[in-house]
């Protein structure tokens, strides 16, 4: 089955560090989204990881294990705009379907 | 600007009553879908289209229906809503069925739907 877990909610202060982990159990494995959606508004994309290791994209980085199935997203030097909810994706074997995870709301307080 | 399109943004229609949503994209890209995303839930998959082919997920429900005329539009029918079909319904386009590095969906700004 298709499975993809992350904490349903986390708080940080602005100007911090947060983690957002993502566990993932799918029949296949062609890549891993990360994508930030505000309150009532569309899902944007933020980062794509298909080999292991870390992408780095401004204050965003993303980091990967397929061998764990394990994601994280990482948000430096937070800021109030950066409130919303992250949603872990996994784009399965057939290329035809992401599973997305039910994502993590996140709160950045002054 | 807007790449993918969705009207209207807010629809509110009443029980058993049927409803159309619209998605237009200005990317060309082959594939259209259609996700249905209740309060603090995923979004989930109903359907998509890769051209003219339709793909209907297994639990999709038959009260929905879908039709893409051409590449720009798509559409999605409740025939008959109920109440628990009360969601954000959002549409996305990517360029290709076999995505392969860096492939995306790009969403449209979806339309609440409201079931009364």
């Known amino acids: 089955g298709q499975n993809i877990d992350q904490p349903t909610e986390m708080t940080a202060t602005e100007g911090a560090i947060v983690q957002i982990n993502c566990t993932y159990q799918?029949?296949?494995?062609?890549?891993l989204f990360w994508y930030q959606q505000h309150a009532g508004e569309a899902p944007t994309f933020l980062s794509y990881n298909v080999l292991d290791g870390l992408e780095e994209k401004g204050r965003f980085s993303s980091f990967l294990s397929r061998s764990k199935g394990y994601s994280y997203l990482l948000l430096k030097e937070l800021q109030m705009k950066d409130s919303a909810s992250y949603l872990c994706?996994?784009?399965?074997?057939?290329?035809?379907?992401?599973?997305f995870g039910p994502g993590t709301r996140l709160s950045v307080l002054p | 600007d807007a790449m993918v399109i969705q009207n209207p943004r807010y629809q509110v229609t009443q029980f058993g009553k049927p409803v159309t949503l619209s998605c237009s994209q200005t990317?060309?890209?082959?594939?259209m879908y259609w996700y249905q995303q209740k309060s603090s839930q995923a979004p989930k998959l109903l359907f998509h289209?890769?051209?003219?082919?339709?793909?209907n997920e297994a639990d999709t429900p038959d009260n929905f229906q879908s039709r893409r005329p051409n590449t720009s539009f798509c559409f999605l029918d409740i025939r008959s809503p109920g109440l628990g079909d009360t969601a954000m319904y959002l549409c996305?386009?990517?360029?290709?069925?076999?995505?392969?590095?860096?492939?995306?969906?790009?969403f449209g700004s979806g339309t609440q739907l409201s079931v009364l």
């Open positions: 990317l060309n890209h082959n594939v």
């Open positions: 996305a386009t990517s360029r290709d069925i076999l995505k392969g590095a860096n492939e995306k969906l790009f």
């Open positions: 289209y890769y051209d003219k082919d339709f793909n």
């Open positions: 994706a996994v784009e399965d074997n057939y290329g035809q379907n992401f599973v």
């Open positions: 799918t029949s296949g494995f062609n890549g």
